[in-house]
């Protein structure tokens, strides 16, 4: 009886998920159409009051995205008065939507890896996951991973998908 061989074991490849990087906290998006009078404007006065009786403490840890979904001309000074409240609390602050924090999120958490600890090496970018990872995320690795990894590959080490190779010198 011939012994089995794991040549994945052996290929020395390295494989990164990017699900590893997932933000487990809270998404929140918060709509300034709330604030809005009649749905179309934003009253100064009555806003400046609103951020002073409101509980920002109920932010706390999460991540939060602000944005406005009604047709509505918002002061630039209002979405900066939200982040000032919400800063204390929130785990991180975003303009836009959820896809955008979600990108927000990825892209802080690929930012404090060393990329140059991947110089020379065989990468499989792990393509499934149980959370849906943007595919901002895998365009940003892929670029940071590309000037060290001697190979990126997508998909799963027993079956992948070449997608750069470092041309021989």
């Known amino acids: 009886m011939e012994d089995i061989i794991n040549r994945v074991a052996k290929?020395?490849?390295?494989?990164?998920?990017?699900?590893?990087?997932?933000?487990?906290?809270?998404?929140v998006l918060y709509d300034l159409?709330?604030?809005?009078?009649?749905?179309?404007?934003?009253?100064?006065?009555?806003?400046?009051?609103?951020l002073k009786s409101h509980d920002?403490?109920?932010?706390?840890g999460k991540n939060v995205a602000?944005?406005?979904t009604e047709d509505a001309v918002i002061p630039t000074w209002a979405y900066?008065?939200?982040?000032?409240?919400?800063?204390?609390?929130?785990?991180?602050?975003?303009?836009?939507?959820?896809?955008?924090?979600?990108?927000?999120?990825?892209?802080?958490?690929?930012?404090?890896?060393?990329f140059e600890s991947f110089s020379g090496a065989k990468v499989v970018v792990k393509g499934?996951?149980?959370?849906?990872?943007?595919t901002t995320a895998y365009v940003e690795v892929t670029r940071r991973?590309?000037?060290?990894?001697?190979s990126i590959m997508f998909g799963e080490p027993c079956s992948t998908v070449p997608l750069y190779k470092k041309p021989k010198e």
């Not at 920002?56 to 706390?60: D, F, H, P, R």
């Not at 499934?128 to 943007?134: L, N």
């Not at 991973?145 to 001697?150: D, G, I, K, S, T």
């Open 11 to 27: 290929s020395g490849l390295i494989s990164l998920d990017l699900e590893d990087f997932y933000h487990t906290g809270e998404r």
């Open 33 to 50: 159409k709330d604030n809005l009078f009649m749905g179309l404007i934003l009253k100064e006065k009555d806003f400046r009051e609103f």
């Open 56 to 60: 920002w403490t109920n932010y706390k």
């Open 66 to 68: 602000i944005t406005c």
């Open 80 to 114: 900066m008065l939200l982040a000032i409240q919400l800063e204390p609390y929130a785990n991180l602050i975003v303009f836009g939507n959820l896809q955008d924090l979600e990108q927000k999120l990825y892209d802080e958490a690929l930012s404090k890896i060393n």
């Open 128 to 134: 499934c996951s149980k959370v849906a990872v943007p």
């Open 145 to 150: 991973l590309r000037p060290y990894a001697q």
